[in-house]
T-cell receptor
Framework: GQQVMQIPQYQHVQEGEDFTTYCNSS?????IQWYKQRPGGHPVFLIQ?????EVKKQKRLTFQFGEAKKNSSLHITATQTTDVGTYFC???????????FGAGTTVTVRA | EAQVTQNPRYLITVTGKKLTVTCSQN?????MSWYRQDPGLGLRQIYY???????DKGDVPEGYKVSRKEKRNFPLILESPSPNQTSLYFC???????????FGSGTQLSVL
């Protein structure tokens, strides 16, 4: 079945630095979604990417969808303490309604 | 307020004692789904439902049952819970199967 791999599992970042989390699928995806889960909270939708090579920005967050629609990345610039949490990617295969989540990247920030 | 409501938030039970976790959404969403979250494994789908009376297995359905008699409700049933079902459970809904998910607040289940 479809598998979505996400790296790194943990990211310890100095406040103000940038970091990137990566997501790779074993199959071509029709779309990929990103979610953020704050400690003790539930996943909250951030963005959905649909087109090959698509790039979307939300303030300090930049999301990319690979040309082959099998990988994606989330880049955060100038990390702040409010960025703490776990970021999940979730991929939807073509002709399927089973959203497969990556294991998540848990981000901690050193002030 | 648009939301997905799960109950209870916390549940401690013993092996073999049937339990139900309720999930309700007030957004008239067609699609509903259950996930379990375990450290290092992310969110794994248990069951999903595309519409009333339509349910399908996700990646880890063993030991679970669901029903979708009404559009707004999607309860998760553990007929005979076992310790390996100790986990954090999330219900989620979406307008359709390929749009963003709205998650409930979660149910932390411990099976002793």
């Amino acid at each position: 079945g479809q598998q979505v791999m996400q790296i790194p599992q943990y990211q310890h970042v100095q406040e103000g630095e940038d970091f990137t989390t990566y997501c790779n699928s074993s199959t071509t995806l029709s779309n990929i979604q990103w979610y953020k889960q704050r400690p003790g909270g539930h996943p909250v939708f951030l963005i959905q990417l649909v087109k090959s090579g698509e790039v979307k920005k939300q303030k300090r967050l930049t999301f990319q969808f690979g040309e082959a629609k099998k990988n994606s990345s989330l880049h955060i610039t100038a990390t702040q303490t409010t960025d703490v949490g776990t970021y999940f990617c979730a991929g939807l295969a073509n002709n399927d309604y089973k959203l497969s989540f990556g294991a998540g990247t848990t981000v901690t920030v050193r002030a | 307020e648009a939301q997905v409501t799960q109950n209870p938030r916390y549940l401690i039970t013993v092996t073999g004692k049937k339990l139900t976790v309720t999930c309700s959404q007030n957004m008239n969403h067609e699609y509903m789904s259950w996930y379990r979250q375990d450290p290092g494994l992310g969110l794994r789908q248990i069951y999903y439902s595309m519409n009333v009376e339509v349910t399908d297995k996700g990646d880890v359905p063993e030991g679970y049952k669901v029903s979708r008699k009404e559009k707004r409700n999607f309860p998760l049933i553990l007929e005979s819970p076992s310790p390996n079902q100790t986990s954090l459970y999330f219900c989620a809904s979406s307008p359709s199967g390929n749009e963003k998910l709205f998650f409930g607040s979660g149910t932390q289940l411990s099976v002793l």
